[in-house]
């Protein structure tokens, strides 16, 4: 089955703990994008990546790293996590691009404390 | 980026269909437009995408007026699964940076 997953579902950490949230899809896409949601404001992006070890930032980058060392894989890496990072997260990818049919993972729930 | 224009919320009933129109009026030439519905706590759903003209598939229509600086979204006969946020998306076919916004959130009623 074609699909995004992501690992792990629901995170409660406490501040300045390193954490990484994986994302892998099944489809050879080779775009893949982080995005962020908050009550009211939407869905904002943090990082994409066109191919592999292409990545660049979205509108809301700071305070998060990415990698794109394989075409499958996109992790999202809080170095130094705050409270005002705790949000629902959503790894996407698309055959080519952003305007392609993306494909969104389940979802990720991060608690900071 | 092109920016859109959606109400925030439209109350609708089963059995109705429902039109939500979005406005860019700085679209560029190369900008697709493109609609994804999401409920709640899951990722977002891609459902149609057009440049000009009417675009149906299975789900929706997508009405877009000659100077494209506005859309529709009609979905025919609403059902209650049908509540979600719909969100409408403009942008180029290669860019990699995609702006959402808030989106317009459906309620349908019985």
């Known amino acids: 089955e074609a699909q995004v997953t992501q690992n792990p579902r629901y995170l409660i950490t406490v501040t300045g703990k390193k954490l990484t949230v994986t994302c892998s899809q099944n489809m050879n896409h080779e775009y893949m994008s982080w995005y962020r949601q908050d009550p009211g404001l939407g869905l904002r992006q943090i990082y994409y990546?066109?191919?592999?070890?292409?990545?660049d930032k979205g509108d809301v980058p700071e305070g998060y790293k990415v990698s794109r060392k394989e075409k499958r894989n996109f992790p999202l890496i809080l170095e130094s996590p705050s409270p005002n990072q705790t949000s629902l997260y959503f790894c996407?990818?698309?055959?080519?691009?952003?305007?392609?049919?993306?494909?969104f993972g389940p979802g990720t729930r991060l608690l900071v404390l | 980026l092109a920016k859109t224009t959606q109400p925030i919320s439209m109350d609708s009933y089963e059995g109705q269909e429902v039109n939500i129109t979005c406005s860019h009026n700085n679209i560029a030439t190369n900008d697709y437009i493109t609609w994804y519905q999401q409920f709640p706590s899951q990722g977002p759903r891609f459902i149609i995408q057009g440049y000009k003209t009417k675009v149906t598939n299975e789900v929706a229509s997508l009405f877009i007026p000659a100077d494209r600086k506005s859309s529709t979204l009609s979905l025919p006969r609403v059902s209650l699964s049908d509540t979600a946020v719909y969100y409408c998306l403009v942008g180029k076919g290669s860019q990699g940076n995609l702006i959402f916004g808030k989106g317009t959130k459906l309620s349908v009623k019985p």
């Open positions: 990546s066109m191919n592999v070890e292409v990545t």
């Open positions: 996407a990818s698309s055959r080519t691009s952003a305007q392609e049919t993306q494909y």
